[in-house]
């Protein structure tokens, strides 16, 4: 009875420190040690709706987060060159679902693959059955993610088509992280909502079937890929989301513990000129502080 009771404790602890983003037997993330770029900032103002609807301290944290996913996973341009912008969008994708939760640290992810389009289950750029956007790696891929950055751009571009490949991804790792990609999110969802979850998840798959449903018909491949798609739903079209499925939106918000429907009121900002405030707050013109060649 000692000896099980042992074994039950040790398993407690080993999930705490997966949902706290410590790992297991993994090496811990390297934590920023200089100022967050200038240069970042300005593709997060001009490019990420969530970001620009942050409050001053909300917008430091998220920064600090997409700095710290910045230096601790690789991100690598296959047959295409990866810029800034590339690789803060990426950051940005992961740090979207995951914001509520600051010690969050994607301990199952070394190095995200960036392809300039379409691919096949064989990670080819060419030839036929190019159909993949996006792909979580698994066997000799563990530890890696598959983008495409025409997907990645388009998710940022498109504010109304409750799509954005990248937090598709990032979902299914957030999924992955308690040992099982199955749509339930066990580190996240309390174990009260779990089968409440399962069973909203049937129906709204049967109602995609039946065709009664503005949720994109991928959701309805299994439990994994609705959870996948709804998110995006819900990170993407929240207001929209909450008004057609209540039920869902509300799991969601218990899921992500972040309230959407009242988050995205303003839009990412205009490009910056050098005659504009600086986007850090310090009061001085842009060209003066942050913009200084």
């Not at 299994?222 to 990170?235: G, P, R």
């Not at 009121?265 to 850090?280: F, V």
């Amino acid at each position: 009875m000692e000896k099980l009771f042992a074994i039950l404790i040790i398993a407690f602890i080993v999930l705490l420190l997966i949902k706290f983003g410590k790992g297991v037997g993994k090496k811990r993330w390297k934590k920023p040690d200089k100022p967050f770029s200038a240069s970042w900032r300005k593709i997060l103002f001009e490019n990420i709706l969530f970001y620009n609807n942050l409050n001053a301290d909300e917008k430091n944290l998220f920064e600090y987060k997409v700095h710290e996913f910045l230096i601790n996973v690789r991100i690598t341009g296959v047959e295409t060159e990866v810029n800034e912008y590339d690789r803060v969008l990426v950051a940005a994708s992961a740090i979207i679902p995951i914001f509520a939760f600051p010690n969050w640290q994607y301990f199952n992810l070394n190095e995200v693959l960036l392809y300039p389009g379409l691919f096949n289950q064989e990670f080819k750029t060419s030839g036929e059955e190019r159909s993949i956007a996006g792909m979580v790696g698994t066997g000799y891929m563990e530890g890696k993610m598959v983008l495409s950055k025409k997907a990645l751009h388009h998710g940022f571009r498109n504010e109304t088509d409750k799509k954005n490949t990248a937090i598709h991804e990032f979902v299914h790792l957030i999924d992955k992280a308690d040992g099982n990609i199955d749509g339930i999110p066990s580190l996240l969802l309390e174990k009260q909502y779990a089968i409440p979850w399962i069973d909203l998840i049937k129906k709204k798959i049967d109602e995609i079937y039946d065709g009664q449903s503005d949720i994109n018909p991928y959701g309805a491949t299994n439990k994994t890929e609705f959870f996948a798609v709804i998110s995006e739903y819900f990170f993407e079209r929240p207001k929209l989301l909450k008004q057609k499925h209540p039920k869902l939106y509300n799991l969601l918000e218990r899921i992500f513990d972040q309230k959407m429907a009242g988050k995205l009121k303003k839009s990412p900002g205009k490009e910056i000129n050098r005659n504009d405030p600086c986007l850090c707050g310090s009061g001085e013109k842009y060209k003066r502080c942050c913009g200084k060649p």
